[in-house]
């Protein structure tokens, strides 16, 4: 099994993170996608502490929509994302980016802004995108059209959204990545959505710390956790687990396999 976005360098894991990697790979969690936040040194200073638990982890490193007000100036937003994906850290996609309009922590027109001029990036670089949205569906869809050509895929993260934004996110070519929400009693139609989803374009996630799925809901989340998305993704398409793993193995490894940021 395969978590495809977690946060291993937030503050929640850096006491007992050597026994959640343990917990992971005794619960056959092989792999993990971690998401790292530009302009959040502190996340990059673990990187190598998260390598050196787990080698197995890849990276994801991006400007989230939360802190798109920082990035005022196009020169500093370029510079900082190129010297995030071609750093150390080797990252395989450019990510978490979109729109949030939920929180509206930065203003709109800002993260519209940082959102496009990060897929120009991710085009720059050869990147597949890790994508966050957030009643934002209109929005995130059109820059994705516009934008999208060059950018060698990606996927939808953590997917809460509704039947047309699933089909408007397949229709552009793009994974699906859903975590624990679909174990939740209210996320029975997010459930019956995930059984739309072509097997070649399913992802499972924890997106932890948070949203630890039934039956840990409370707690802090962690990667041991995924396989129950899985499971109840499995269990609703009537398909047994070891398809759906395999299917998340192949899309994974696809999408996120053989990245190395390269200027052109
Ligand atoms: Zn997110
Ligand atoms: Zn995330």
């Known amino acids: 099994m395969i978590d495809s976005h977690c946060h291993l360098a937030d503050d929640a894991f850096q006491s007992d993170l050597d026994e959640v990697v343990a917990r992971a790979r005794a619960a056959g969690v092989s792999e993990a996608l971690c998401v790292l936040t530009i302009g959040e040194d502190v996340e990059f200073s673990r990187a190598s502490r998260i390598t050196r638990s787990w080698p197995a982890v890849r990276f994801a490193v991006g400007i989230h929509p939360h802190v798109a007000n920082v990035w005022?100036?196009?020169?500093?937003?370029?510079?900082?994302?190129?010297?995030?994906?071609?750093?150390?850290?080797?990252?395989?996609?450019l990510g978490e980016i979109g729109l949030d309009y939920h929180y509206d922590h930065s203003p709109r027109d800002r993260q519209r802004q940082v959102f496009r001029r990060q897929l120009h990036l991710a085009r720059r670089y050869g990147l597949p995108v890790v994508i966050h949205t957030r009643d934002a569906d209109a929005d995130t869809i059109e820059i994705l059209r516009e934008e999208r050509d060059g950018v060698p895929g990606g996927v939808f993260h953590c997917f809460s959204g509704d039947a047309a934004l699933l089909d408007a996110a397949l229709d552009l070519g793009f994974a699906v990545s859903f975590a624990g929400?679909?174990?939740?009693?209210?996320?029975?139609?997010?459930?019956?959505l995930a059984t739309r989803v072509p097997l070649d374009r399913l992802l499972v996630e924890t997106d932890c710390p948070y949203l630890a799925p039934v039956p840990h809901r409370g707690r802090r989340n962690e990667p041991a956790w995924v396989v129950e998305a899985a499971a109840a993704i499995a269990g609703a398409r009537g398909e047994p687990l070891e398809v759906v793993e395999a299917a998340v193995a192949v899309n994974f490894a696809r999408l996120f396999g053989q990245n190395v940021a390269s200027a052109r």
């Open 72 to 93: 005022s100036d196009q020169a500093a937003l370029d510079g900082d994302v190129g010297a995030a994906v071609t750093g150390p850290i080797a990252p395989v996609a």
């Open 181 to 192: 929400i679909v174990t939740f009693p209210k996320g029975r139609e997010l459930l019956s």
